[in-house]
Every structure is written in C-alpha cells, then in structure tokens.
T-cell receptor, first 115, second 111 residues
C-alpha cells in the first residue's frame, strides 16, 4: 500500500529554473493539497483540489501552478524558481466526507533548495 | 480567511511532566484534526474531533473541542521521550474542505 508518493525527495535548483514536484496517491482520495513548511511558519497551504479538474488557491499560491487531470496525480509546478521558494514541500490527500475531510495522509516531503 | 492560531510555539519539559498545546480559530470549524511530526519526518494524523464539546483520549493524550467549535487543546500526561516532535492542529470549515494548519508546538523532553 503506497499511500502518498512524492518525488523527488531532494532537489537543488538555480534561480529562474522551472520544475515539477510530483505527487501521486493510490487511495482514490478526492482531496489533494500542497503545503510548504518553513521554520516557525507551520504548514502553509499552496494549492488544493477537491477532485479531478478542480483546483483552488491556498494562502501562498504565487509562483506555483497546479493541475488535476486524474484523481491520482496532483503535480506542483514552480514556474521560475526563487530563493524564497527554498522550503520543504508536502503533498497530502484525504477523503472528503459528507461535511468535512477525514484523515489527511502526507507524503514524505520534497526538500527544495533554490540557489 | 480562516486563521488557526496555536500556542505555545515551543515547550520544553522534563520527562514525566504534563504538556498542553492550545489551538484557536478565527471562525467556527466543522472539525479539527491533530497531527504529530517527528524531527525530519512528515505529519502523521492523530485524531479528529467533530462534535461541540467533544473529548477523546488516546492513552496519555487527551483532546478537547470547544463548545463553540473555535478552539481545541491537546494534553499529554506524564510525557516520555517518545513524545518529542511538533504537534499541529488543523481545522476546516465551510464546504470547500480546505484544511488550515496552525504553526505547531515543538515539544522537547529532557530525560
């Protein structure tokens, strides 16, 4: 049972480069989301999706794009990397219950450094 | 937008002491969840509270959801070194299922 798989685990980018962080889940969860974690800042929501074809912005969406073409995959694209995007990125998924989410499952994280 | 505030940011205790972290939301929540993140790891779900005034226990951990569904707490009795980590609360409200996390409380335990 793979759960939520994130790739890569580590990445170093140069300023201005673009890249895609991959996230896949095999639990048939409708809800998927991306967070970034910085020291003292907790987990800040970047983008989220409540199903294939539906995405919405979180609290820190600038500089990031997402798409949800399938239930399983929710890639995060960095358009033009900046040092301020150095962070640990987590993908999470959960089942959307009748009125609220159930338990969120997190991937192992991607440690991104932009130089 | 919805904001979830968590205090304290850090807590250092001697092994055997109790520990409490508090969570407050700017809006009424439909549910609140608690997660634990070990150093270098990813957040792991602990529990979800849904009902007003709900109290749940997991061994030495006690979770409470306020009557107004805007605040919550996690209490650990007689901490152990295995309790070390960051504890996050996360709330969702409304119909968009967006889950907002607090900044977390880092717990360290001196053996």
């Amino acid at each position: 049972n793979a759960g939520v798989t994130q790739t890569p685990k580590f990445q170093v980018l140069k300023t201005g480069q673009s890249m895609t962080l991959q996230c896949a889940q095999d639990m048939n969860h409708e809800y998927m989301s991306w967070y970034r974690q910085d020291p003292g800042m907790g987990l800040r929501l970047i983008h989220y999706s409540v199903g294939a074809g539906i995405t919405d912005q979180g609290e820190v969406p600038n500089g990031y794009n997402v798409s949800r073409s399938t239930t399983e995959d929710f890639p995060l694209r960095l358009l033009s990397a900046a040092p301020s995007q150095t962070s640990v990125y987590f993908c999470a998924s959960s089942y959307t219950g009748w009125v609220s989410n159930t338990e969120a499952f997190f991937g192992q994280g991607t440690r991104l450094t932009v130089v | 937008g919805q904001q979830v505030m968590q205090i304290p940011q850090y807590q250092h205790v001697q092994e055997g002491e109790d520990f409490t972290t508090y969570c407050n939301s700017s809006t009424t929540l439909s549910n609140i969840q608690w997660y634990k993140q070990r150093p270098g790891g990813h957040p792991v779900f602990l529990i979800q509270l849904v009902k007003s005034g709900e109290v749940k226990k997991q061994k030495r951990l006690t979770f409470q959801f306020g009557e107004a569904k805007k605040n919550s707490s996690l209490h650990i009795t007689a901490t152990q070194t295995t309790d070390v980590g960051t504890y996050f609360c996360a709330g969702s409200g409304g119909s968009n299922y967006k889950l907002t996390f607090g900044k977390g409380t880092l717990l360290t335990v001196n053996p």
